[in-house]
């Protein structure tokens, strides 16, 4: 069994058709299992340059946030508007989890096939949300997406302590906050194919967070920094616009959170929105 190079995960990151980079991602993701449980190297090779933008099909056309629709999930379109938004996270999270492994290298054994084995997962999620949308007579791409995700990725991509503590803990662990409660409109609007796709995911997130939670440990220890302190400093350098409670605690203490990092995430999304609506204040009074 030879190793996974790390062109060929650069060759994956730069697929453009969605479901071609979903199998790429699959394939990586089983290579890396079969030789990390054969006690061999899994990824070898470094200084390979990473693309800044990865491969990316015509469509979804990208557009700004706040311009895309918001539907209950009581219509079909309301229920597809929901699944293309999912399709286009499971996309971003394939290339995401492909990119830590491809630009971070010599992180300590463990941390490339956890993030092959996201990578192979969200190949799957991607997989099982363009399937169900097709079903529902829609398709990845009809609809427009935003490129939030990828834009933290590329603000994280100077250091992976970054981005092992905003994109799984922040960004993945949002994800945990909202499924349930997602899960439950849908099987409510009759739809429980789509929820059994999501309570689906929704599970293997959690392990997802995990990864994220165990490898930013790691990368404190390695630096002798204390966890507590990063985080609370990345979050008052404007990342607490992404917190947003009600928080799933028991989701994300089964991911490795510990409680006082959801009570620190509770105080920097308090200060972060007083300090918002004190900015609001002067605005409007102005
Ligand atoms: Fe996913
Ligand atoms: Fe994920």
Not at 115 to 130: K, T, Y
Request: charged residues 20%; glycine residues 8%; negative net charge.
């Amino acid at each position: 069994m030879t190793a996974i190079e790390v062109s060929e995960i650069v060759a994956a990151l730069a697929v453009a058709e969605p479901r071609a980079k979903a199998h790429a991602a699959i394939a990586l993701a089983s290579r890396a299992q079969a030789l990390s449980a054969a006690g061999q190297p899994v990824v070898v090779g470094v200084n390979t340059s990473v693309p800044t933008n990865p491969g990316r099909p015509d469509k979804p056309e990208l557009v700004n946030p706040s311009s895309l629709a918001r539907r209950g999930l009581g219509s079909q379109a309301g229920r597809v508007a929901l699944l293309h938004s999912l399709a286009h996270i499971e996309f971003n999270a394939i290339d995401l989890a492909l990119d830590a492994v491809a630009r971070f290298r010599g992180q300590p054994a463990g941390y490339d096939s956890d993030w092959l084995r996201v990578a192979g997962d969200e190949g799957q999620h991607f997989l099982l949300v363009a399937d169900r949308l097709e079903v529902l007579g829609s398709f990845y791409g009809a609809l427009p997406a935003h490129d939030g995700l990828w834009t933290m990725a590329r603000r994280t991509e100077h250091d992976v302590l970054v981005r092992m503590a905003l994109v799984p803990r922040i960004l993945e662990a949002r994800g945990l906050d909202v499924a349930p409660p997602m899960i439950e409109r849908l099987e409510n609007a009759g739809d429980s194919e789509s929820a059994a796709i999501l309570q689906r995911i929704y599970t293997d997130e959690i392990t997802h967070v995990a990864v994220g939670n165990r490898w930013f440990r790691s990368v404190c220890e390695q630096r002798n920094l204390d966890g507590a302190d990063v985080f609370r400093d990345l979050l008052r350098g404007g990342h607490s616009v992404w917190l947003r409670g009600p928080y799933n605690d028991a989701a994300r203490l089964q991911a490795g959170f510990d409680p006082a990092e959801l009570a620190l995430i509770r105080e920097m999304e308090a200060e972060y929105r007083s300090a918002q609506a004190a900015n609001h204040g002067v605005d409007t009074s102005g």
